[in-house]
């Protein structure tokens, strides 16, 4: 077998096609709103997110409700009460999230615990099963890409001036708020499109390595956007090639892959720069190279107010 057949192999079977087009989708999404979690420091917020849904997905499992909008509405309710604690309160913003985490896992568990044919279904949540795509899911992913993209596109100067400094974003009218609460609801609809694929206990690996390995190579929040979503569908096409050939959870297979593409990217990365530094300025003077540019400097870069 050569290996162009070895590579095409795989996706001959249908589920396995379906996987890598709802793979690739999901790459997109965290693509996108990965580098933001990324660059604004999100990632407790996504795994908590990620195990918030848990309350919902039971109870819709037990009252026959479609799951996705259980994971929906148990998304939109946490993060909305993170947003609530935080503004009301005296909590810092991780701590809201910490008490909310712990409170909602707690409670998916208790409700879990009361319903003994759940068993099947809370294991799909935790670990995905994205072999079991079906061409309704495909179309949720496809809008579920839509949204993130033109959200994205049309809060980018908000994001930006409020990651930068919320006090100049509010000077300019851009409305730090609102772009705050915009970036939470995008995480949420990530995690909640991406659980299918991975679950909720690596859908936090998929949100970040790509964007990490992608922050290696560029600067600028879209070019790292843009590469971001290739490194996840290349995560998506190793780690479905590693399920099929070597009988390995799929799910797992593909956010292992990530977080192996983010370290190659990293080493890599380091590897040229040492490289340069010696050809520019010699060993005498290898720390005199110009660093890699900051998130400050990228985000500055990145929006244009004047």
Excluded: K
């Excluded at 609460?181 to 995480?187: E, F, S, Y």
């Excluded at 991975?198 to 590469?227: E, F, H, K, S, Y």
């Excluded at 290739?230 to 292992?256: D, E, N, P, Q």
Aim: aromatic share 4%; charged share 10%; proline share 3%.
């Amino acid at each position: 077998m050569s290996t162009l057949d070895w590579l095409i192999a795989p996706f001959h079977a249908d589920f396995v096609l379906r996987a890598l087009g709802g793979g690739v989708l999901v790459a997109l999404v965290c693509g996108v709103v990965g580098t933001w979690v990324v660059i604004r420091g999100m990632a407790f917020l996504g795994e908590a997110i990620g195990h918030g849904m848990l309350p919902g997905v039971a109870i819709a499992t037990v009252v026959g409700a479609p799951v996705v909008l259980g994971a929906a509405l148990s998304a939109v309710a946490m993060s909305a009460a993170i947003g609530l604690l935080q503004r009301r309160g005296r909590l810092s913003y991780d701590t809201s999230i910490g008490l909310l985490f712990v409170g909602m896992l707690s409670l998916g568990v208790i409700i879990v615990s009361h319903s003994r044919s759940f068993a099947t279904d809370a294991t799909a949540l935790l670990f995905g099963d994205i072999l079991a795509v079906r061409p309704e899911d495909l179309a949720l992913l496809a809008a579920a890409a839509v949204v993130t993209c033109v959200v994205a596109t049309a809060m980018h100067r908000s994001f930006v001036a409020t990651a930068f400094d919320a006090r100049i974003a509010h000077t300019l009218g851009l409305r730090p708020r609102v772009a705050q609460v915009a970036l939470v609801g995008l995480v949420a609809l990530a995690v909640v499109a991406s659980y299918q694929a991975v679950g909720t206990l690596l859908v936090v690996g998929l949100l970040l390595a790509p964007a990490v390995a992608a922050r290696a190579w560029a600067a600028r929040i879209p070019a790292i956007m843009a590469l971001a979503t290739m490194i996840g569908s290349a995560a998506v096409l190793i780690g479905l090639l590693v399920s099929w050939y070597g009988g390995t959870a799929a799910g797992a297979s593909i956010a292992g892959a990530a977080v192996a593409l983010a370290a190659v990217s990293g080493g890599l990365r380091a590897v040229r720069d040492a490289v340069r530094r010696r050809r520019r300025n010699g060993p005498d003077h290898a720390s005199s190279g110009r660093p890699a540019a900051s998130s400050t400097e990228s985000l500055s870069a990145a929006v244009r107010v004047p």
